[in-house]
């Protein structure tokens, strides 16, 4: 739409997407799901992607691609008519990416939960965030919980099985992060 500036009144419409195309394809996008983070009222965000058969009455795994390194927000946000984990999906696996407390773009309390602390990468709330995706949607199988990251996401997906094993059962760690300062200083 093209709007005048002074005061917002239509002059035209410019161009209306059509993904009837897409969807005639089988293609399905992320759902966007909310839930509660540990303190009962921060929202905490995040995707779920399911196989291309989906079937509600089967139990599926679940993966978490994981980075909650400091300074960004990772669930993608924008429109794609890629499957981002269809090499996953086509596997059988629902496949979770989540913003949880200790990552950027929402306020300095949310970021700072991590602050000099990254092996807590919003744990608490990626837990509760997937039973509470679960409640929902009970083919999510969560005692089948993995992992995997690159670099900071490494760090955080090895975090997963080491401190919270009881949730996590397997994780896979590409370029773990390494804080070279803290190296340094152990040498």
């Given at each position: 739409?093209?709007?005048?500036?002074?005061?917002?009144?239509?002059?035209?419409?410019?161009?209306?997407?059509d993904?009837?195309?897409l969807?005639?394809?089988d293609?399905?996008?992320?759902?966007?799901f909310?839930?509660?983070?540990?303190?009962?009222?921060?929202?905490?965000?995040?995707?779920?992607?399911?196989?291309?058969?989906?079937?509600?009455?089967k139990?599926?795994?679940?993966?978490?691609?994981?980075?909650?390194?400091?300074?960004?927000?990772?669930?993608?946000?924008?429109f794609?008519?890629t499957?981002?984990?269809?090499s996953l999906?086509?596997?059988?696996?629902?496949?979770?990416?989540?913003?949880?407390?200790?990552?950027?773009?929402?306020?300095?309390?949310?970021?700072?939960?991590?602050?000099k602390?990254?092996?807590?990468?919003?744990?608490?709330?990626?837990?509760l965030?997937?039973?509470?995706a679960?409640?929902?949607?009970?083919?999510m199988?969560?005692?089948?919980?993995?992992v995997?990251?690159?670099?900071?996401?490494?760090?955080?997906?090895?975090?997963?099985?080491?401190?919270h094993?009881?949730?996590?059962?397997v994780?896979?760690?590409?370029?773990?992060?390494?804080?070279?300062?803290?190296?340094?200083?152990?040498r």
């Open positions: 739409e093209l709007r005048r500036a002074p005061d917002g009144t239509l002059v035209c419409h410019l161009e209306e997407a993904i009837t195309d969807k005639a394809s293609w399905e996008p992320p759902e966007v909310v839930a509660k983070g540990r303190d009962g009222k921060t929202d905490i965000w995040g995707n779920i992607s399911r196989p291309r058969n989906f079937d509600p009455a139990k599926y795994p679940v993966i978490e691609d994981i980075y909650a390194g400091p300074h960004g927000s990772f669930v993608p946000k924008t794609s008519a499957s981002r984990y269809e999906t086509r596997l059988g696996f629902v496949v979770v990416k989540i913003d949880g407390m200790g990552t950027a773009g929402r306020s300095k309390a949310f970021h700072d939960v991590c602050w602390n990254l092996k807590e990468a919003g744990f608490p709330d990626r837990i965030w997937m039973k509470a679960a409640a929902k949607h009970p083919s199988d969560l005692s089948r919980v993995g995997y990251g690159n670099s900071a996401g490494g760090h955080n997906a090895a975090a997963a099985v080491l401190f094993p009881e949730f996590y059962k994780a896979v760690a590409s370029c773990g992060w390494c804080d070279s300062e803290s190296t340094a200083q152990k």
